[in-house]
């Protein structure tokens, strides 16, 4: 039993049945059963692809609701960690400042930016790079839907995925530890973490853990949720009591690319789009990529700065964020440390969860093998135009779905047609 808790889900109310989804869905999670979407847990990797195409907007985010009054509750020590895709939501932003206050103006009693937790993990990863046996190319472990991907499709590049936490996480821990510094009487129990995201799938991280690690973060909140409620106190006319503690490199990390180039190496590839990594994960499995030590992968077009939860399109955002560290020093951060291959412990992963093939037939090898005979019989027999009007995004998966009892040839609606002309042809002879 699937037990994965996702952070996309279907409002039926607004669901028509057009089969747009099923055409987009990178896994084929997605099938019309009784004229309505219905969406595969086992398959679905978070990635809002089905949000993002929607027309009628069926398809939603579920995350934490942002609740000022929650966040003025005093019995908690609250800290916000804003994505560094949220600077980009606004124009003129001459300084993150203006944000960070922003937080702290609405209740928060801390703000600590993923941004400057993005240096952090750029610093250590330059670092590990250069250990001896690492596996090449190294595969970014910041996006949520990337490492799923990987889990549930490409099992022997699992030892390419880079085991360091991604920032949110390395900002977390970060924040948690400042806050029981500089307040004794504090417990960890007493302290609530915020991440603010542009992305349904770090909900999902963070309520599933990734592997046996157990997310640092408590809630998280989406972009478009709280962008209103900041736009409401942002004064541009005051001074920011506090001040932004991210340089070119932190923000960088919010568009494709960014995280790629903190690692001061050309051989690296960059890929933003669900379809595109998955070309790049195809390519990588058999071998297409000899020349490469480092591969970043954003599922969200354009980068982070592409989800589904933000508010800006995303070519504006990555024009703001853009200009707003275009005076910015590199790095604000630079490890103490001068052994050039010293990664702390505190960011490494042990291991990414085990793989569960989306495409396994049965546990049965002998069971498989007459399973893709029949698939193959089915197949030879349907019109092969993949129109959708079975529920299923392609006769191949049509196939698949008779041979596993969920449809019926029958329901073919092609195949049912021109077999009832040419029947009735016959007939008139």
């Not at 250590?124 to 250069?130: G, K, S």
């Not at 499995?285 to 030590?293: A, R, S, V, Y």
Request: one cysteine or more; a negative charge.
């Amino acid at each position: 039993m699937d037990t994965y808790t996702h952070s996309v889900s279907l409002d039926k109310s607004k669901c028509t049945g057009c089969t747009t989804c099923i055409k987009h869905c990178p896994t084929e999670a997605i099938r019309i059963r009784d004229g309505i979407a219905v969406i595969s847990s086992y398959r679905c990797i978070d990635c809002g692809q089905c949000i993002r195409i929607c027309p009628h907007h069926a398809k939603k985010s579920n995350f934490d609701k942002f609740d000022k009054d929650d966040v003025t509750d005093s019995k908690k020590y609250k800290i916000a960690l804003p994505a560094p895709t949220l600077y980009g939501q606004f124009e003129n932003l001459e300084d993150a400042s203006y944000v960070i206050q922003g937080l702290l103006d609405i209740g928060f009693d801390d703000v600590f930016e993923v941004a400057k937790g993005a240096e952090m993990v750029s610093a250590y990863t330059r670092r590990y790079m250069n250990l001896d046996r690492v596996k090449k190319p190294v595969i970014s472990s910041a996006c949520p839907v990337a490492l799923r991907l990987i889990s549930l499709r490409f099992p022997s590049l699992k030892e390419n995925v880079l085991p360091m936490l991604p920032p949110m996480e390395v900002a977390a821990k970060m924040a948690k530890g400042k806050a029981l510094d500089e307040h004794p009487n504090l417990s960890p129990e007493d302290i609530k973490v915020y991440f603010i995201s542009p992305c349904p799938a770090k909900v999902s991280y963070v309520r599933n853990g990734y592997g046996d690690y157990k997310s640092e973060v408590d809630e998280v909140v989406s972009i478009s949720d709280i962008y209103f409620q900041l736009l409401s106190v942002m004064k541009r006319d005051n001074s920011p009591n506090v001040s932004s503690e991210s340089g070119r490199i932190g923000l960088s990390w919010a568009s494709s690319g960014g995280e790629s180039t903190a690692l001061l190496n050309d051989k690296f590839l960059a890929a933003d789009g669900v379809d595109n990594i998955i070309r790049v994960l195809d390519q990588l499995e058999d071998g297409n990529f000899p020349m490469l030590d480092f591969i970043e992968l954003n599922a969200c077009p354009g980068g982070c700065v592409g989800g589904v939860m933000s508010v800006e399109n995303p070519y504006v955002a990555k024009a703001r964020l853009r200009a707003l560290r275009k005076y910015l020093p590199v790095s604000l951060y630079s490890p103490e440390d001068e052994d050039d291959k010293f990664v702390p412990p505190d960011f490494i992963l042990d291991a990414i969860p085990e793989y569960r093939s989306i495409n396994k037939l049965s546990d049965s090898l002998s069971e498989s093998m007459r399973m893709m005979s029949e698939i193959q019989v089915i197949l030879e027999s349907l019109p092969g135009i993949d129109c959708g009007s079975c529920g299923a995004p392609s006769c191949q998966a049509f196939a698949e779905d008779c041979v596993r009892g969920e449809s019926k040839v029958d329901d073919c609606l092609i195949k049912y047609s021109l077999e009832k002309i040419a029947k009735e042809k016959a007939e008139e002879k």
